[in-house]
């Protein structure tokens, strides 16, 4: 499928609008302006009343008018550097225009003597006399209509003036096409939005300040259209994953009551619903594809192993992938245990697995004598082949972008897909990243935790928080400690992880502190990790490569050192590493003075709430959710009209819609149907054009 002929002139090079040569073709691209299409989207933030006025008299100046006038004598300056004046008058009263290394025979061509023009500019006083210096615009009477009554301001960059720009987008208006409505027709009625054609123009040609807002009708349109677009590609994606898998697995319960039956804890309620949830997709004939949400220690894995052992009791296999090693072999030690006792097999494959011992797995895997797989990324790997993999659980995972869980449904693998966040998102960001699953949320923790105890203290303090770490570990209780980077070369002004090793070393006795950091060999790392968990060592010095997942019931002190240079949901995880256990846990977030603002707003919210939903949405209205997201991966667009933080009920709308639409019209033929067609191809999701016929 090729783009529609209709979208030809807005996908042409920008040289081929009024007033765009090359030169300033290529000034646009740094407002992310590459063809006419994008200016359609580049709306003007603020208007000017241009509104004509009978005379300047009795105007509070500064203020910008637009007033008719009989030009009068010329003053050029007498000195260099000095301005050169024209005498004007309007109705009422004279004023002055003043030009700055003005050319005298321009001037007097433009404004000669004794004849009328309508000019507009800001009305200054200066030493007494009412002027405009550089009017923005001086035109004859004739061509009046020049000058909107409200003139729309679109935001520019060095090298493009708003005349350009304005001229660029008139250009635009002029070639864009009649198309046909994509927008469902009660809808439309219903939210009184103009058509696609009339929306663009009022947006671009507002009569006043409400046309300017948000919520103007013209504007919801148009970042519908953005929503709309995205989330067709969404439902698109969720189609493809969602494809006949063919196996209908229906757990017998028999391996999870076990397992329940050896663990000290009760599910939360949270945990039952989402396992619930689960088996009731696994159970389905189309595919899962679903997201885990929960907070930091709300138990996620539990979750994931009864989804795994649901399969396995329905004789299939499943495989979960966490993001490193660390966290890979965490999960072989706390479930390979319960699975042992269930009579099941769980196993570990990572990157590390080499040579004759991961050929002997790989034949167990592919034999079905291996019922459970956990790993790194390498489980995905060409050779790895299942007897019947029926379920992939990827674990911690925020960049898990659409293209890659596709990727998982359209590479042969037929399985229902489990994805499990590190930490919660604000709803809007899951509905634009993730809005192609189905979410299943824990909003309650295990019961018994402890609230911890979080300070913020100035690096100053070193030595306090050394002396209080000594008293802690004496009485037998373990600590994080954690560097922001490993190599003091990189910037010179953090500390590294092993220069604060070496210190701690020093303080604390030799056989007390252990390191791990990301370039340290696996083996070692793996070592340093175990002593950690088997209390071997009282002092774990980091780098975040402890940050997600890693759970040692027994550590109740995290001391983050340079807090100030790590992300509020970096944060929240690693201060999640704490609290587990019965002892009351302490957070010190270690700061060097003095803060930058939003540095200290940061520390602050930390301080203040342990609610990761709530973090989330701070995060989110500090960072913006493009940061948020990490546009490269994530497949979601960056919208210019569309704002994910205040309409996220307009993108809730657009999920629906889409998914409405896409049910009534699979293959996109109707009327409607192929008007969507236009629609993504106008907005540039050739990712979902390619869908269109995999359906
Ligand atoms: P996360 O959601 O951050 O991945 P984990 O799955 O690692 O959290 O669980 C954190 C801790 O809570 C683990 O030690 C786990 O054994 C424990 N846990 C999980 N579910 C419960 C429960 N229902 N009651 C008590 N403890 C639980
Ligand atoms: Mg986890």
Redesign the pocket.
């Known amino acids: 499928m090729s783009r529609p002929q209709i979208l030809f002139p807005l996908f042409a090079g920008l040289e081929t609008l009024e007033g765009v040569g090359p030169k300033t073709a290529k000034l646009f691209t740094q407002i992310d302006v590459e063809k006419p299409r994008d200016l359609i989207f580049t709306l003007p933030y603020s208007g000017v009343d241009r509104s004509v006025r009978k005379t300047v008299l009795g105007v509070v100046a500064p203020s910008i008018v637009t007033v008719e006038v009989e030009i009068g004598r010329h003053f050029p300056p007498h000195q260099k550097g000095r301005p050169y004046r024209v005498n004007v008058e309007d109705a009422e009263t004279t004023f002055q225009l003043v030009f700055f290394h003005a050319r005298e025979d321009w001037l007097k061509k433009q404004l000669p003597t004794g004849q009328r023009r309508l000019v507009s500019g800001k009305l200054e006083i200066f030493d007494g006399v009412a002027q405009i210096v550089h009017p923005d615009h001086m035109v004859t009477l004739s061509e009046a209509g020049d000058i909107p009554p409200f003139e729309p301001v679109y935001p520019l960059t060095a090298g493009i003036t708003l005349k350009t720009m304005t001229k660029a987008v008139r250009s635009t208006m002029l070639r864009l096409p009649e198309l046909v409505e994509w927008i469902d027709g009660p809808l439309l009625k219903r939210e009184g939005w103009p058509g696609f054609h009339e929306a663009v123009n009022q947006a671009h040609n507002p009569v006043g300040l409400d046309d300017l807002v948000a919520t103007a009708p013209a504007r919801v349109r148009l970042a519908y259209d953005e929503f709309f677009a995205h989330q067709l590609t969404l439902a698109l994606a969720r189609r493809v994953m969602r494809r006949g898998k063919g196996i209908v697995s229906l757990g017998t319960g028999k391996l999870q009551s076990k397992v329940l039956a050896s663990l000290p804890?009760?599910?939360?309620k949270a945990?039952e619903r989402a396992i619930r949830e689960i088996a009731g997709d696994l159970a389905a004939e189309t595919r899962m594809n679903r997201l885990l949400q929960?907070d930091?220690?709300?138990?996620?894995?539990?979750v994931a192993f009864m989804a795994l052992l649901m399969v396995v009791e329905s004789g299939g296999q499943g495989v979960m992938m966490a993001p490193t090693e660390i966290l890979a072999r965490q999960h072989l030690r706390?479930l390979q245990p319960l699975a042992e006792d269930a009579g099941v097999v769980l196993e570990i494959l990572t990157g590390r697995d080499k040579g004759s011992e991961r050929a002997a797995k790989l034949k167990a895997l592919k034999s079905g004598n291996i019922h459970i797989l956990v790993g790194t990324h390498a489980v995905f790997q060409k050779d790895v082949e299942f007897q019947e993999l029926r379920l992939a659980v990827i674990d911690e995972q925020h960049r898990f972008g659409v293209s890659q869980r596709m990727e998982l449904g359209t590479k042969g693998l037929a399985s229902d897909v489990l994805v499990m966040t590190a930490t919660p998102i604000p709803r809007s960001l899951a509905l634009a990243q993730f809005g192609d699953m189905d979410v299943s949320v824990?909003d309650e923790k295990?019961?018994g935790r402890k609230p911890v105890k979080t300070a913020l203290v100035s690096l100053g303090r070193l030595q306090e928080v050394t002396d209080h770490l000594r008293d802690a570990i004496s009485n037998g209780r373990q600590a994080y400690w954690v560097c922001p980077l490993v190599d003091e070369s990189e910037v010179s002004d953090l500390t590294s992880a092993e220069e604060r090793f070496t210190h701690l070393r020093a303080l604390l006795g030799e056989g007390k502190v252990g390191l791990v950091h990301g370039q340290m060999p696996v083996a070692e790392k793996d070592t340093a990790m175990a002593r950690f968990v088997a209390g071997e060592t009282s002092v774990l010095v980091a780098t975040t490569v402890i940050e997600v997942?890693v759970?040692v019931?027994n550590a109740s002190i995290m001391v983050v050192e340079r807090a100030e240079h790590f992300g509020l949901a970096q944060l929240h995880q690693l201060r999640?590493r704490v609290g587990?256990g019965e002892a009351a846990s302490t957070c010190l977030l270690l700061y060097q003075g003095p803060l930058s603002e939003g540095g200290k707003r940061r520390l602050e919210i930390l301080r203040d709430t342990e609610d990761g939903f709530r973090i989330a949405e701070e995060d989110l209205a500090m960072r913006g959710a493009g940061d948020m997201i990490g546009t490269a991966q994530s497949g979601v667009p960056k919208f210019r009209v569309a704002d994910m933080e205040s309409q996220t009920a307009l993108m809730e709308l657009a999920q629906s819609d889409s998914r409405k639409l896409l049910h009534d019209d699979p293959k996109l033929e109707s009327e409607r149907g192929k008007a969507a067609r236009v629609l993504l191809w106008l907005m540039e999701q050739d990712q979902a054009i390619r869908l269109i016929t995999v359906g």
């Not at 804890?265 to 939360?268: A, G, H, R």
């Not at 930091?296 to 539990?302: D, Q, R």
Request: no cysteine.
């Open positions: 804890y009760k599910p939360t945990q929960g930091v220690g709300s138990g996620k894995t539990l706390s824990l295990p019961p997942g759970d019931p999640g587990r």
